[in-house]
């Protein structure tokens, strides 16, 4: 269905309509051609929108971006949906290690905590990933893996005896390594 431009309602490319005189470079003769086209009888010339011979009007777009490479009227904000990027994927969450899981557990270090007399009252096990298990000899050969009513001590107590008594100094650190490398260029430490 064709409607003409008219005054109320000009081109919406050139703004001109059939009801302007001749001869004044304003008239358009052109109309609405439905599904979103439009025909203007004046401008068009040199670009890719489509010249009609038998209407004498290029076809322009009524809505967008349209051949002749201007936009006449807006689009629908539905097909122009802004570029969006995808969703990032979501990560799953790390697995918490948990200790007691030895499934992936890796013993990296073992500690030993003795009593004054030098006999072992319990390990501490660390492994990758990162994490300290402890276990106490069970009077048979194996381990108990709990600390339950076993007193907790100091890290190489039957050498801090010895050197409390010859007066050094007595380093206390955060972590067995650490006194461990102290204890490896002979300080005293726990
Ligand atoms: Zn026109
Ligand atoms: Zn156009």
């Not at 969703?87 to 270090?109: F, L, M």
């Not at 461990?180 to 300080?187: E, F, K, P, Q, S």
Request: net charge neutral; proline share 8%; glycine share 12%.
């Amino acid at each position: 269905m064709l409607k003409r431009w008219t005054a109320s309602e000009p081109c919406i490319v050139c703004e001109g309509h059939p009801g302007q005189a001749r001869g004044q470079g304003t008239r358009c003769i052109g109309f609405q051609s439905g599904e979103g086209w439009c025909h203007c009888s004046r401008i068009g010339e040199g670009t890719r929108a489509k010249y009609h011979e038998e209407s004498q009007t290029w076809s322009h777009r009524a809505q967008g971006k349209c051949p002749c490479g201007e936009t006449h009227a807006p689009g629908d904000p539905n097909d122009e949906k802004p570029w969006q990027p995808h969703r990032p994927i979501q990560e799953k969450p790390s697995t918490v290690h948990q200790i007691g899981d030895t499934a992936r557990a890796k013993t990296v270090a073992t500690y030993q905590y003795r009593d004054l007399n030098g006999d072992l009252l319990y390990e501490v096990i660390r492994t990758v990933p990162k994490s300290f298990r402890q276990r106490r000899p069970d009077g048979k050969g194996g381990w108990i893996w709990n600390m339950k009513d076993r007193p907790t001590t100091l890290y190489q107590i039957p050498e801090l005896i010895p050197g409390l008594m010859a007066g050094d100094p007595i380093l206390i650190v955060e972590g067995e390594a650490d006194v461990d490398a102290l204890r490896a260029i002979g300080c005293v430490a726990t």
